[in-house]
Structure formats: C-alpha cells, structure tokens
C-alpha cells in the first residue's frame, strides 16, 4: 500500500548524536522521488530528490566517493 504522506525513518546506523537526516522512501514507487529531511527540524524544509540520483548518492558513500570524515 502507498501514501502520499512521508513515513519518515533514521537510518539504523544513526547514533542519536543529532546530526541526522530523515528519509522517507515510501514515495519511490508512487511518486519516484525520496524525501529527506534534518532529524532536529522536523517542520522545517523537506528535499525531495530523484529516485535515480538518491542511489547514485547512497552508492557514492558506500564507495568512498566523497572522502572520510
């Protein structure tokens, strides 16, 4: 079943530290986009991203595309 509303979620390697985003990848079939939000912001605004450019992101970290911290 698909929503238009967001169901937001941290990712499980969050460590509660405050420096969080959310995403709410319920909107990728409906809708082809992923919403990401900051976790300390819960009103404020809301990015919505291509589906296509979320996995090309999510891939770039996993890789170590864009550094260390």
Excluded: H
């Excluded at 985003?21 to 082809?32: P, W």
């Amino acid at each position: 079943m698909t929503t238009d509303s967001p169901r937001w979620f941290k990712s499980s390697y969050s460590s509660n530290g405050g420096n969080c985003i959310e995403v709410a990848a319920n909107l990728v079939a409906a809708q082809g986009i992923v919403p990401v939000r900051d976790s300390k912001n819960l009103s404020g605004p809301v990015l919505t991203v291509p589906t296509g450019s979320f996995v090309a992101f999510v891939a770039g970290v996993k890789t170590g595309e864009f550094g260390g911290i």
